[in-house]
Each structure stands twice: as C-alpha cells, then as structure tokens.
C-alpha cells in the first residue's frame, strides 16, 4: 500500500514539480527511476516553476478509496467537536460546503437555529399520529403505532411508504436531498434512516454510490476527473481555475469549472462565451469558408497547415489568413490583425445597424477563435510528421533520438502556445473598452505574430536552424507569460 | 396498478367529494375509467382575476408511482396564462415537479392551480408568448385572459371590441381559434395578426 501512494506521489511531482523536495535519499531513488520509466514525459513542457509562473497550481490525484478516507476524516473531526452524529455531520458538510470553522461557529452560537437553516430540524416537533393503530396518510393504512418512523421534524409514515419513497428517489438519483414526506416539509432525511428502512441492497449500493458524488462535488477541494470513464479524484489546495492534467487518462481542464482549461478567461465568461458560439456557429460557419483566394493572384488556396502567415504557391505573395494583408505589416509593432476596430459612431446609428455591428464584432473573434483551433488541429499532423521524419533520420545515422527531440519540444511549446492564444479571444471579447483592453490586445497581438513566427519555423524545422528555433521558442513562450501574468485573475 | 396509488385514489376521491370546496362548487373530481389512473378535474376561476365565472377542466393522469411521484395535470379547456401553455395547456407549477410531497393530495393540487390562476409567476413562464404580453402590457394581458374565459371557460361576455375583431378575421375566412390566437398574440393589432397566419 505505501508503495503505492509513494509512486503517486512522485507522479504527482512530475505533474506540478511541486511535490518532492528532493532530500531524502528515498526521494532521490524514486526520482532515478521515474527517469529511466518515463522517457517521453521528457518532453512534457507543462512542469512550471513554482516561483513566478501564473499558471502555476498545486494538486494531487486521488483514488476513490483515498477520497473516501479523507471525506470520512473531515467528517469524524466535525462529529467530535459538535456531538453530532456521523450522518448529521456530513449532511452539514455537504449543505455548508465543508466550511468546518463557518458550521462549528454558526452551531455554537445557536444549535437549533442553524439545524434549522439547513433543513436538518423543523421549528416544532409535528405529531401527526391520532389513536392507537393510526392511519399513514401517504398510504390511507392503518397500522400498529410501531409501523410509523420519522426523522427530526416528527411527521410519521408507514415504513413501507419511506421505504417506496426512498426507492422512487434514488431511481431518480436523488440521494442528499431526500426530504421529508409531509407536505411543505424541508427536513432532509440522513443516511443512517434511508440505510435502516431500505430493503434492497443493491439500492443501498446505489445510495452510497450516488452520496458519494454529491460529497465531492459540494467539496471546494476535490474534483472528479472529467476524463471519459476516470475514476480519479483530483485534491488540491484552493478552488482555482487552474489547469489540471490527469495522469490517468490525460484529461486536462479547469479546476475550478471541469471544462477544457481556458486561461487567460474566466469560468463564467468561457462559459458564456461557449453557449453563444453553440448558438451562433451555423452562420459563423457559413461565413468563415475553409478556403480563400490569394490578394494578390486571386488563385484559390485551401489552407493545410496550421500557421496564419501564409504563402501563396504561385506568386510567392506573403499574407496573413486572416485579414488578407501583406504578412510584412505583421512584424511586430504594427500587429494589428488581432484588434477588432469598432465603428466609433455606432451609439448613433440604428438598432437595426447596431445588431448588424454586434453580429460583426462577435464574428471577428469567433473567426479567430475558430481558426487557431483549425490550426491546432492541423499542427497535430505536423508534429506526427516530425516524429516520422525523425525516426527515418535516426535510423539514416543522420543523428540520434536525443539530437532531434528539441523538434518534438518546439511542436509542443508551439501547441501551449497556440492554446492560450485560442482563449485570449473570448476573454477580448467580453472586455469592457479602455486602455487595459488596448494593453491586453497589444500583448495579444504580440503573442499571436510570435506563435506564428514559431508555427512557420516548425513547419519549416529542417531547414531552420536550431537556434534560431530555440530562440523562436523563448520568445513566444515568454511572451505567452507576460499575458497570463498580467491578466489571468489569481 | 400499484395497491397504494388505488387505495390513496380512492380515499382521495372521497375526501374531495366532501370537502367544503365541493359544496361551493369551486374545485371538482371525476373519475374517466374504473381503474383510477385517470381523472378529469375542474376548478373555477378566482373571484376578482380574468378567470371570474370560467370554469377549467383539467386531465389528471396518476402514475403507477402515485403518491411517491406527482399526478401529471394538464388544462384541457384553453386558457391565457403566463404559467400554462396555450397550445397544450401544459402546467408549469412546482408542486408538480420536483416540490411534490408525497403526502400531497389531489386536492391541495387543484387548490394550488386555482391560487396560480390568481397569482401568476411570470419569471419562470411555460408560455413565453403570454408571459411577456404580462410583463409588458399587462393591460391587453388581462384583457386577452378574460376574453379567452369567456370563449373557452364559459366566463362572461364582457369585450366587445375583441369579439369582433375574431369575427372580422373569421369573416376573411381564417379558422376562429387560430384568428384569437394570432390576435392574442399580436395585441390585437389585426393587420399583424393576419400577417402572422398567413406567413
């Protein structure tokens, strides 16, 4: 058992380079031979530094059984201190958020009332049994006082009519908000009672299973993988977003919100920003073809390769995908493609030319979107191209593995790159005007005249020089750091 | 079907039939076959709403599951209100969701629907047409409402003006129902609502 958690770890550390301080003897063991085990994590660049990176994030994968165990902990540690029982304390957790110091705080200064406020007790005990062999009113059967069972608030039922209750709940999969079955009763029924009255194993089963979700999704620090079948449970320190790889399956997104990691926007703007693009993509599709003709010679050229500065094959004519310009404008300072120039004079105009103007605007950054996710695609095959040309050139004595693998590192660095770049354009997109919005799109404009100088240099690797590539690379990844430091909200 | 939905059905069915709601002819239940899993309901407008003097005849429809699940509960008579469908008469109403308690009871659900007929909630709308004419012309909203009462619930006849104007879209020989419709829709406007049958 302990070997196992020692090999996460040291895993873990691969993840965030965080974990291992590297002192023990042990440590260095491991170390020794996660290095000969993992030879193609070498090229994994997603090892930031703890000192000044933005990006930069602390966690750990669980397994299921490691959860529960750190679940049932937090949970024993609120029974102790509150002389609750085990199912009230998690029910409190749960609805509370694991906020342990908020619960114990609001507890002691008024028990009731705040069991109350989380539906855990009502304001009077009810009693709604009359006579000796009383009638449940779900049922209309009259039964021995002994049939009846409640929870907190009092309302009595039949055990077969919460046992049915139970059951047509969890089907629902509904397990942690079980309530009460009086009407207009909030009081939520705890595990212990649900356990005691079920009659079906397999439906305990199922509660437990369905239970367990709710505790980790209420809880701020722990996640489940949102990779396809993962069972991994990622923990980390704060609720951030934040990017995650998961070792098991791979997956990567956003801590905090469970999709596709997408700094420098926020959660809820990449959210929104998403939605509208489901909405919106038939026209935006229709509008943004998947081939142009070259400015110049007018021939058509379908676009195969991932990078936006663009040669047309017959007049040799250098121009940008995007805005059709001579690429020589792109050089550095004069970057403008990436800006979208709004009609100074549309608070005058129509509503009528206002949607028209709206349409345009979000069309500009979902064209740009929608491309460098294109192009992501299409720089997969040139980084698979790379792995082939390398092995032929390896196996041809023109170098070794390790000579070439600084191709495969400038393929993935470009990746990284372009990534960010994809997610710089909602964020521009829902940016109020103003001089930070001119700061971020001049930085995002430099970024994006970098990846693409990067781009055209990869696809050009083998006649590029090293270091000139090398040097391509620190440029666009600092660059790349420069704007998530000064806009990825920590 | 399942012993306890019968056995609460048929309870229930008393318990309606001698309730005071009964006798002041504000809520009814009756039953449409032998086997308890389907009723038909009526409640009567509220005093002082456009409902006044309709009388709703509602499909209730008691699943197997019947008490630990809701009755599904439509409105068969047409009726304009922001919480029901005028196309289907589909009820938007949560103690028929997920704030159903099983010991709810057939009653409590047409005294529900009758206060939802008195107080509407528009910002959680089943028909998005309806519940913006309410929100924006609330007027012409309760105009349309007891119009619709007096044409389809029985209510009394009161507007003239919107009478004919269904009538002089019947005479360009639209169907009456599809003319009070597109009217409705339209806030009357004649011209607009014949645009919108004919497009």
């Not at chain 1, 596709?260 to 703007?269: F, G, I, K, N, Q």
């Not at chain 1, 191209?385 to 000579?403: A, C, F, S, Y």
């Not at chain 2, 309410?134 to 007027?139: G, V």
Request: glycine content about 4%; overall charge negative; charged content about 30%.
């Amino acid at each position: 058992m302990s070997g196992d958690v020692n090999r996460q770890l040291s895993h873990m550390s691969e993840a965030s380079s965080c974990y291992s301080d590297g002192n023990s003897s042990e440590d260095m063991d491991e170390d020794i031979d996660q290095y000969y085990m993992d030879t193609t994590d070498d090229l994994d660049l997603d090892c930031p530094s703890k000192t000044d990176d933005p990006e930069y994030f602390e966690y750990e994968p669980l397994q299921v059984m490691d959860a529960e165990r750190l679940l049932n902990e937090e949970i024993e540690a609120l029974c102790t201190k509150l002389k609750v029982s085990p199912s009230m304390a998690k029910m409190l957790l749960l609805r509370h958020n694991w906020q342990k110091e908020e619960i114990i705080e609001n507890y002691q200064k008024d028990p009731s009332g705040f069991l109350i406020d989380s539906h855990l007790t009502s304001r009077r005990k009810h009693d709604n049994l009359i006579g000796p062999r009383p009638m449940c009113s779900v049922c209309c059967v009259n039964y021995p006082r002994d049939r009846f069972h409640g929870v907190t608030c009092g309302h009595m039922f039949c055990q077969d009519c919460w046992d049915m209750h139970f059951q047509t709940q969890i089907q629902d999969g509904i397990t942690t908000a079980i309530e009460c079955m009086a009407k207009e009763c909030p009081v939520l029924v705890t595990e212990d009672f649900v356990c005691e009255v079920l009659t079906q194993p397999k439906l305990r089963d199922k509660y437990s299973k369905f239970s367990f979700n709710d505790l980790i999704k209420s809880h701020p620090k722990l996640r489940f993988c949102p990779g396809v079948d993962c069972a991994v449970i990622i923990k980390a320190k704060e609720s951030k977003a934040k990017k995650v790889e998961c070792q098991t399956c791979k997956a990567s997104f956003c801590f905090r919100c469970g999709i596709s990691y997408h700094a420098p926007t926020e959660c809820d703007v990449i959210k929104r920003w998403l939605t509208k693009c489901e909405d919106d993509s038939e026209t935006a599709n229709y509008i943004s073809a998947h081939t142009k003709d070259c400015p110049r010679c007018h021939v058509c050229i379908e676009k195969n390769g991932g990078c936006n500065h663009m040669q047309c094959p017959e007049c040799k004519y250098d121009f940008c995908w995007m805005c059709l310009g001579d690429w020589k404008s792109h050089g550095s300072e004069y970057y403008e493609c990436s800006r979208y120039k709004e009609n100074p004079n549309i608070a005058n105009e129509s509503v009528h030319v206002q949607a028209r103007e709206a349409l345009k605007k979000y069309l500009f950054y979902y064209e740009r979107w929608e491309n460098h996710a294109k192009s992501l695609q299409l720089e997969e095959t040139t980084t698979s191209k790379i792995t082939t040309r390398t092995q032929e050139k390896v196996m041809n004595n023109q170098g070794t593995w390790i000579d070439w693998q600084y191709l495969l590192r400038a393929a993935a660095l470009l990746k990284k790159c372009r990534y960010t770049l994809q997610y710089t354009y909602p964020y521009a997109y829902y940016m109020d005007k103003g001089s930070r919005k001119v700061l971020f799109e001049y930085q995002q404009a430099q970024l994006e005249a970098e990846v693409e100088n990067l781009s055209w240099k990869v696809e050009r690797a083998e006649i590029t020089d090293r270091g000139d590539l090398e040097n391509q690379m620190d440029v666009a990844e600092k660059r790349r750091q420069t704007l998530l430091k000064d806009f990825l909200e920590v | 079907m399942a012993n306890i939905a019968e056995q609460r059905i048929k309870r229930e069915f008393k318990e309606v039939v001698k309730s005071d709601e009964v006798s002041a002819f504000n809520i009814k239940v009756e039953l449409v076959n032998d086997t308890f899993t389907e009723l038909r309901g009526e409640i009567a407008g509220p005093p002082d709403t456009a409902y006044e003097g309709g009388k709703f005849k509602l499909e209730i429809k008691i699943p197997e599951t019947y008490p630990f699940n809701p009755p599904q509960v439509k409105f068969v008579t047409k009726i304009w209100h922001p919480n029901i469908s005028s196309v289907t008469g589909a009820i938007c109403l949560d103690i028929l969701k997920d704030q159903w308690a099983a010991a709810m009871t057939l009653r409590t659900v047409l005294l529900s629907l009758q206060a939802l007929l008195a107080a509407a909630e528009p910002d959680d709308p089943q028909d998005a047409v309806v519940a913006q004419q309410f929100k924006e012309n609330n007027p012409i909203f309760q105009r349309t409402a007891r119009h619709w009462t007096c044409a389809y619930a029985g209510g009394p006849k009161s507007d003239k003006e919107l009478e004919e104007k269904v009538v002089s879209m019947k005479n360009m020989g639209f169907d009456e129902h599809k003319a009070r419709v597109a009217l409705s829709t339209k806030d009357w406007d004649v011209t607009r609502a014949a645009e919108y049958l004919i497009s």
